[in-house]
């Protein structure tokens, strides 16, 4: 079982910055890999980023060159630096850890004024 809480979503101007935070707790050895998505309203939920226990990184091609995920396992945290946002970006976003199951957390809200 896996535990994932999701942190640092807020409301920033276009052009800002904020850092989302995810962190697991409980089987943290079978995670192997950890994702962002993004849900904006009416709107079905999107990839935005992932990285695997190999290190392996993956974005989206709307986020390449703005969003950064990077871990520190010493916090067993994942974090998703977002720079450059624009409205577009808004959304309640997740964090997913899939090992056998996938496991979500609760979401946070993202908010872009333009």
């Known amino acids: 079982q896996v535990h994932v809480v999701e942190s640092g979503g807020g409301l920033v101007q276009a052009g800002g910055s904020l850092r989302l935070s995810c962190t697991a707790s409980g089987s943290i050895r079978s995670i192997n890999t950890v994702s962002w998505f993004r849900q904006a309203p009416g709107k079905q939920r999107e990839f935005v980023a992932d990285i695997t226990s190999g290190g392996r990184i993956n974005y989206a091609d709307s986020v390449k060159g703005r969003f950064t995920i990077s871990r520190d396992n010493a916090k067993n945290t994942v974090y998703l630096q977002m720079n450059s946002l624009k409205p577009e970006d808004t959304a309640v976003y997740y964090c997913?850890?899939?090992?056998?199951?996938?496991?979500w957390g609760q979401g946070t809200q993202v908010t872009v004024s333009s």
């Open positions: 997913c850890a899939f090992s056998i199951l996938d496991y």
